[in-house]
C-alpha cells in the first residue's frame, strides 16, 4: 500500500487547473463541430426540400408529358387505321374499276352465269366474312392482350362486309 502512495502521483492545483483548461478547450471546440454538424445538417434538410420539390415538378411533368403521349398514340392508332382502311377501299374500288374496264372491253368472263348464282354466291361470301368476324371478335373477348394484333384482321373484315352489303 505504501509503495502504491509513491507510485501514485500527487495532483497539484496548477496540474488540476491546466486538466481544467485542456478539459474546456476541447468541451469548446466539441461545441463548435457539434455547431458546425447543426448547421451543415440544416443546410442538407433545406437543399433536401429544394431537391423533394424539384422530383415533384418533375414527377407532375412526366405525368403531364405521359398524358401527351398516351393521346398522341391514340392519335397515330386511330389514323393508321383510318389509312388502312381508306387503303384497302381504294383497292376494292382499283379492283371494281378493273373488272369495269374488262366489261366495257368485252374481256370480262363472269364467274356466274346466272342472276341466282351469283345471289347465291354473295351471300356465301357474305356468310364467310360474317363467320370470320365472329371467330375475331370471340378471339378479341377471349385473349384481349391479342387484340392489337387482330385490329387489322378486323378493320379488313368490317371494311369487305361493308363493301359487300353497299
Known sequence: DAQQKINKKVLTKGTFERQMGELRKKIKVTIQEANG??????????????LSQ???DKQVNVQHLQGNSDTLDGDIERLFENKQKNMSELLGKQQKA??????????YTMLCKSESSLENESTKQVDR???LSAIVDRLNQEFPHVQPALRRVNLALSTRTEQAQD
Open 54 to 56: 424539384q422530383l415533384e
Open 37 to 50: 454538424c447543426d448547421d451543415e445538417i440544416q443546410d442538407l434538410r433545406g437543399h433536401q426540400v429544394e
Open 98 to 107: 378493273k373488272y369495269f374496264q374488262q366489261a366495257k372491253d368485252g374481256k
Open 129 to 131: 366474312m360474317q363467320a
